[in-house]
């Protein structure tokens, strides 16, 4: 199992990104998969997660209205629209699955056992 995140970067406050995992070592017809991210001297936490299977998707409040998890199924890959960016957003974003969880929510609210490398994503003026 590979999961490559790309397209971080530095981005204004208000801001958007769009960040991509491209999945590699199963297919996006079961498992759950989701974005996490770490910032300096905090845990690391859930952004949005997606149930393969049924589309279904879970944001924490944070996320709402702001962020959208997606995927391609051809492309066998996940992305993460991130729109109206906070400084308080800079983090270290992580792709992250697990075989054993089909559920969005049970995803976020639990350590996932697959993860990408993180990608860095900046808020700043």
């Known amino acids: 199992v590979q999961l490559q995140a790309s397209g971080g970067g530095l981005v204004q406050p208000g801001g958007s990104l769009r960040l991509s995992c491209a999945v590699s070592?199963?297919?996006?017809?079961?498992?759950?998969i989701g974005w996490f991210r770490e910032a300096p001297g905090k845990e690391r936490e859930a952004v949005a997660c997606l149930s393969t299977w049924n589309d279904i998707t879970h944001y924490p409040d944070f996320a709402k209205g702001r962020f959208t998890i997606s995927s391609d199924k051809s492309k066998n890959s996940v992305y993460l629209q991130m729109d109206n960016l906070r400084p308080e957003d800079t983090a270290v974003y992580y792709c992250?699955?697990?075989?054993?969880?089909?559920?969005?929510?049970?995803?976020?609210?639990?350590?996932?056992?697959?993860w990408g490398q993180g990608t860095l994503v900046t808020v700043s003026s």
């Open positions: 992250a699955a697990d075989l054993g969880h089909s559920s969005s929510y049970g995803l976020c609210h639990s350590r996932p056992s697959e």
């Open positions: 070592g199963f297919a996006l017809d079961r498992p759950a």
